[in-house]
């Protein structure tokens, strides 16, 4: 028993180990590739493939690090991390609204279609139709029109963005419960019928019970939805508040400033990994009960 | 409905009367599962049903558990239509596959009937507690039904079945899937868990022994259409033991329904052969 559980910790703490250790080879390859790279970029097959090594394109990582502790733009007294820590705050709740207003969307939209088989039938298309429309196209537009609905609130330039995160999040939800909640067995279905139990109860007791395999890679799919729809959002209705907004603007300082950029990309790196570390362990809690997964 | 004031329904489990089953009726694959099916069920009684498939075993079980309805006739379950007596979880049912939630453990597994009555969760406890002992598995209570063994989760489909206290106990091959030696052992127990509990069992089997093992009387059924041929009394009394299966009486009956199985086969021409 204690020999099991010193070998689980010593699993876990590589585990744990491994997380920052991929942060520096990532730091490694890029610096070894500033090194050894052709310093005015060059051609693979005819095409401009390889990066320039100079410090106008790749800083040096340290740089980076370096750059977050001054401030934003000269003059200014708030380092840039704490400004670029505040703009991924930002962004982070605005996506983890999207996240679970989607996975709420997609888990009521699934539960429609298993009640009513017409609705399957009617919904389908248009939720994979949903899905091709771009999201740069759609991202001013909504902003336009919501801000017109709007007119009278305060504050609701987070609004489109949000909402563009749900469009994103709630689509793998939708498919993947729709699948698992129809593939609950007939012998369970049964078992519940001879006890008298309604459809709510049986939705409840089982088919949602049942549907957990199927649904915690879509969780994971719609996380990373949420961000991605949350961050082009932002860039493209222009929110200045957000961390994807940032990652614009310190883009256009690159000339002069160029480690400046890459605090922001630190930020959003943070966002995606925060929400998924956040989707892996809602993941953990519903399967806590489940078998094992093969290894 | 159609309770007949002549013969008490409280004496009586099942009543099955001039039930017809008909699947996709009207249509190219018209199926007559059933047909002109009458059977009693006494309270407290063992009652096996045998045949080949598409005899329509299931399909009678599944009628008097009122997962199906009949296209004619009635099923009388516990002195009621059979419909008030699910309503009313008048029986409790087993299938082949243990059907245990696999996110549940074995204690929740078995409170499931219990909560969808509604009962709180201490007199829950106390009833799993209780179920668990009947079976014999009373530290599994906190294990999940994938770290059990094939025959401890059909334990466990049976306490849930029973937890509840019905009457009645539906079984659709329910040892189907275990092995020969865990079979034997099981039957043994569910004989003991009935004697114990008085429950009235209907149990669908394609195994002979296992149907003659077990029961007062082995309905036997043949296809195309599904119906009774012959009811074979076992008349070997209750206490039934290892050693009932190596007893003259048990191969002699075991002959009877093997013979009545081949007889409802071959039809009238064969029954020359089943003189002894």
């Known amino acids: 028993m204690t020999e099991a559980v010193t070998v689980k910790r010593s699993v876990r703490l590589r585990r744990a180990l491994m997380y920052p250790l991929s942060f520096v080879l990532v730091a490694c390859a890029w610096e070894l590739y500033k090194w050894l790279g052709p310093p005015a970029g060059g051609k693979v097959l005819g095409m401009r493939l390889l990066a320039r090594t100079n410090d106008r394109a790749m800083p040096h ?3 980076m690090i370096e750059r977050l502790a001054h401030p934003e733009v000269r003059g200014r007294s708030d380092a840039i991390w704490l400004v670029v820590s505040r703009a991924t705050w930002y962004s982070f709740r605005v996506a983890l609204a999207a996240f679970v207003i989607g996975v709420l969307l997609g888990l009521v939209l699934a539960v429609v279609m298993v009640r009513f088989k017409t609705a399957e039938r009617a919904l389908m298309p248009y939720l994979a139709i949903s899905q091709t429309v771009p999201i740069i196209v759609l991202a001013p537009l909504l902003a336009t029109l919501i801000i017109n609905i709007n007119k009278g609130l305060v504050d609701t330039k987070w609004l489109p963005v949000m909402v563009l995160g749900v469009f994103l999040a709630f689509f793998p939800v939708a498919v993947s419960a729709l699948k698992g909640l129809q593939s609950t067995n007939a012998a369970s279905l049964e078992l519940m019928d001879s006890y008298a139990a309604g459809w709510w109860k049986t939705l409840f007791k089982l088919r949602f019970p049942a549907a957990v395999p199927y649904l915690t890679p ?4 719609a996380g990373a939805s949420a961000v991605v729809g949350v961050v082009v959002g932002e860039i493209s209705t222009g929110l200045r508040t957000g961390v994807g907004r940032l990652v614009l603007s310190y883009g256009q300082d690159a000339t002069s400033d160029p480690p400046k950029l890459y605090t922001a990309v630190f930020g959003a790196a943070a966002l995606g990994l925060v929400m998924s570390a956040l989707v892996v362990a809602l993941d953990k809690l519903l399967r806590r009960n ?3 997964e093969p290894v | 409905m159609t309770k007949k004031p002549a013969s008490p329904p409280a004496d009586d489990a099942v009543v099955v009367r001039d039930l017809l089953k008909v699947f996709n009726r009207g249509k190219p694959n018209q199926v007559d599962a ?6 009693t069920v006494r309270r407290g009684e063992f009652v096996s049903l045998i045949g080949p498939s598409g005899c329509g075993k299931s399909t009678l079980l599944r009628l008097i558990a009122d997962l199906i309805q009949p296209t004619q006739g009635s099923v009388i379950v516990n002195g009621k239509p059979a419909h008030q007596a699910r309503l009313d979880q008048d029986y ?4 082949q596959q243990s059907g245990l939630f696999e996110w549940r453990t074995v204690a929740r597994n078995i409170e499931l009937p219990l909560e969808l009555k509604g009962w709180d969760k201490t007199r829950r406890r106390a009833r799993s507690r209780e179920m668990l002992e009947l079976v014999k598995l009373p530290d599994f ?5 994938w ?3 094939g025959g401890m989760q059909q334990r466990v489909a049976i306490a849930r079945a029973l937890a509840a206290h019905p009457p009645l106990l539906l079984m659709d ?4 899937a275990l092995d020969e030696m865990t079979r034997e052992h099981m039957q043994a127990e569910l004989l003991r868990i009935c004697s114990e509990t008085g429950t009235t069992v209907v149990f669908v089997t394609h195994s002979i022994p296992e149907a003659v093992y077990l029961a007062d009387r082995v309905v036997v059924m043949s296809p195309r259409p599904g119906r009774i041929t012959r009811i074979v009394e076992v008349g070997m009394g209750r206490d039934r033991t290892e050693l009932t299966r190596e007893a003259t009486d048990f191969f002699d009956r075991v002959t009877d329904v093997r013979e009545a199985l081949r007889g409802a086969e071959l039809g009238a021409q064969a029954r020359g052969i089943e003189d002894r």
């Open chain 1, 61 to 63: 990582t340290w740089k």
């Open chain 1, 218 to 221: 879509a969780l994971r799919l």
């Open chain 2, 34 to 39: 059933l047909v002109d099916v009458q059977l």
């Open chain 1, 290 to 292: 489940l078998p094992p």
């Open chain 2, 173 to 176: 091959e329910p040892f189907g």
């Open chain 2, 141 to 145: 209570a906190g294990h999940m039904p």
């Open chain 2, 147 to 149: 770290q059990l063994s």
């Open chain 2, 92 to 95: 409790g049912m087993a299938f």
